[in-house]
């Protein structure tokens, strides 16, 4: 026995001197590059959390929210329920703008069944966000959820969909529980982002007297949105899309029932939301830039199919002046339609979408100066754009 514990001392103090020589050599050695803590912290945030924990650490900031409008009051029928979630503890929610925009009363629903009436503070209808306020707010009882950073978000990245999932008609229960209703409380469902630089005004559409349009009411100033392989269930619009460290990293907006969708969702980025509410909040407003240029496509398209004939047969290389609207900064710098864009602040033009996402991402009243070719003439013109007006929902830039 005492030979067996001399050599199991030997073997310890071998195994110790080994390790002590082996950090030693790392240490000299410039190859071996030591994990420093920071870098020790960005290993342990990179790691998926257990889905469960991850649930239970985000659910309390996750609502339902039921919208009713003046003819649903009328006629004592409930709307269509949908999700949202806290983000801080005065009781402001972001939500979907066609969850919560139209209504005239708003009752939120917590994780445990209680819940308080809120009202809508301000809608941004092109972006499908609206921020709504408790009308009483317990900050003890709020829980606001993190906000993270949608820029960072790459294809194959986890995400978590959270909300309120819907029910078809044909439940044979008592619907004056919004609960009952709609079968359950919430749902969670994850996958992967599969795309992010997609712009959604070209896969949404709307069905008119006129036959298939292109939405004005979903996307038409989306600087990107995210295609997710989340499920998401009815009653999950204006829910949070987590990360895998229970950020937000969007909102759940459109689920994969269009069929130019592909059975793909879509999410409106979060930091298009942030920029948002802090407009509204120190603000009082939120305006997007705009010049009053059709670079695009002409304003005649009007449907997907016409588009994607547009840019694949007609559409001409680099960037063209297709119409100018009226009082534009455009009109009033004397651009026409036919006009040429040779540079944009002196650099070779971009593709027209990515000039829109340059536009969008800009600042109300940043210059832009623009080298046009009108026939055989060359010219410089100096723009600064303006708030697009509430009146104008087309696709000008």
Known sequence: MKLNIITLLAVSVILSLAFSLGAAVAQDDPSQESISPQKAQEILRGNP????????????????????GVSSIAAAELQSLGSGFVID??????????????????????????????????A??????????LDDPDPDVLFPVALGDSDGVKPGDLALAMGSPGAGEGFNIDRSDPMEYWGLRSTATMRVVSGRNTDLSWSVFWNSAWGRRMSVKYGLYFPYVFRTQVPINGGNSGGPLFNRRGEVIAINTWGGS?????QTNFGVPINCAKSFVVEVLEHGRFDIPWMGLHCIFPPNVKNPEAYVEFVETQRPDGLWIYDVSPESPAEMAGLRKGDQILTVNEMPPPRPEDFRLEVLEGDIGQEYVLGIRRGKQEFMVHLYTVPKPTYVNDFSV
């Not at 917590?110 to 308080?116: A, I, M, P, R």
């Not at 941004?124 to 306020?133: N, T």
């Not at 269009?258 to 592909?262: A, F, T, Y």
Request: aromatic share 8%.
């Open 258 to 262: 269009n069929p130019v969708s592909q």
């Open 124 to 133: 941004a209808p092109f972006y499908d966000i609206a921020l709504i306020q």
């Open 89 to 122: 503890k005065q009781g402001h929610i972001i939500t979907n703008f066609h969850v919560a925009g139209d209504a005239s009363v708003l009752q939120v629903i917590f994780w445990d069944g209680t819940s308080k009436r809120a009202s809508l503070v301000a």
């Open 49 to 68: 959390m257990n889905v469960p924990d991850l649930i239970e650490k985000v659910k309390r900031g996750v609502v339902v929210i039921q919208p009713i």
